[in-house]
């Protein structure tokens, strides 16, 4: 992460190499690597998008990361007339509403071991793409992250 942030500080959000990502083959295979940690993931259909694969990488591991041990984390599309694109959500303790707003900004965190940095990274990786995040209530009671304004690709 501090290697992300060093070239955030050099180079502003640096986008690499767009190419078509399977985000359901990513999402898999980035748990698969988590795995001797407790929990559960639940892939429902998300589509397949064009973006910096290794960007997409760090954007969901910094959300598995802030998800704790022991959740269900689901991964699935939005579909819309208007926006395309996926979310990240998890049954864990949530984000309050007063918290919603911040948690994107520099120098933001809800522990005491955490860097600051992880969202507010996330937030810059999602800008480059020109894509939306947004933070809200999972119907499980945790937090869903909805990135939007994705172009979303055939293969």
Known sequence: MLSELLALAREGAVIG????VDV?????RLWTDRASEPGTLE???PPTVSADRDRLCELFENALEHAGLD???????IETEDDSGFYVED?????SVDERAAVFNWGHTTTAEG???????????VDAHGWEIRVSHAETGGARFE???????DT
């Open 147 to 153: 990135i939007t304004g994705v172009a979303v690709t």
């Open 91 to 95: 049954d864990g303790p949530g984000i």
């Open 43 to 45: 892939v429902v259909s």
């Open 17 to 20: 190499d767009w190419t078509s």
């Open 24 to 28: 359901e083959t990513l999402a898999r």
């Open 115 to 125: 860097t600051d940095f992880g969202l507010a990274i996330v937030a810059e990786f």
């Open 71 to 77: 959740v269900t984390v689901r991964v699935g599309p």
